[in-house]
């Protein structure tokens, strides 16, 4: 059973960019895609996007696109998800969550990565 | 993308059944039986709790139920339990491979 490790908490200036990454521990990345979820602070599930790592395709949400990219690296089965010109509504909780193809929902999700952007 | 709309707050005595709506458009939730469920307690990861409109994951209650007519699905909490008290995510596959989640409820145990 795959389980996803994100990277620890990070705190950013805004203007900055940051990354953070998606392990699959206990197994690797085959048929599924990565898809990236933010959560502002009290606020809804935000998709972002979507990478097939074995195809390094990548498909972004249109309020992300341009300043976001995705990247995996298969030899290590991680995903990278990296978010530029920092703003301090880019404050959340940023969570990987896996699909399989053919399947069109989320399971599982990793445990959240907190970015905080403040001066 | 437009977030898809749900009711901010829905409560219930225990034992009660409550549904929570989730109102999409043609291009998501009218045109695609992939609708999952969410439920995520404060400070925690959401879990799946719905998928493809009715199905269950694994090891999930069956008091949980979902359905879905033309551009609404919702989603039904039979038996209401106190820890059944969390925010509510409905979420569609969209037109040009995306997903696009929904308002969120926050659903009270009374």
């Known amino acids: 059973q795959v389980q996803l490790v994100q990277s620890g908490a990070e705190v950013k200036k805004p203007g900055s960019s940051v990354k953070v990454s998606c392990k699959a521990s206990?197994?690797?990345?085959?048929?599924?895609?990565v898809n990236w979820v933010r959560q502002a602070p009290g606020q809804r599930l935000e998709w972002m996007g979507t990478?097939?790592?074995?195809?390094?395709?990548?498909n972004y949400a249109p309020e992300f696109q341009g300043r976001v990219t995705f990247t995996a690296v298969k030899s290590t089965s991680t995903a990278y998800m990296e978010l530029y010109t920092l703003k301090s509504e880019d404050t959340a909780v940023y969570y990987c969550?896996?699909?399989?193809?053919?399947?069109?929902?989320?399971?599982?999700w990793g445990q959240g990565t907190l970015v905080t952007v403040s001066s | 993308q437009s977030a898809l709309t749900q009711p901010a707050s829905v409560s219930g005595s225990p034992g009660q059944s409550i549904t929570i709506s989730c109102t999409g458009t043609?291009?998501?939730?009218?045109?695609?039986?992939?609708v999952s469920w969410y439920q995520q307690h404060p400070g925690k990861v959401p879990k799946l709790i719905i998928y493809?409109?009715?199905k269950w994951p694994s090891g999930v209650s069956s008091r949980f139920s979902g359905s879905k007519s033309g551009n609404t699905a919702s989603l039904t909490i039979s038996g209401l339990q106190a820890e059944d008290e969390a925010d509510y995510y409905c979420?569609?596959?969209?037109?040009?491979?995306?997903?696009?989640f929904g308002t969120g409820t926050k659903v009270t145990v009374l």
């Open positions: 206990g197994g690797t990345f085959t048929n599924f895609a």
């Open positions: 043609s291009s998501d939730v009218g045109n695609y039986d992939f």
């Open positions: 969550a896996k699909d399989v193809g053919g399947y069109y929902y989320f399971d599982p």
């Open positions: 493809d409109v009715t």
């Open positions: 990478i097939i790592p074995i195809f390094g395709t990548t």
């Open positions: 979420c569609s596959y969209a037109d040009g491979s995306a997903y696009v």
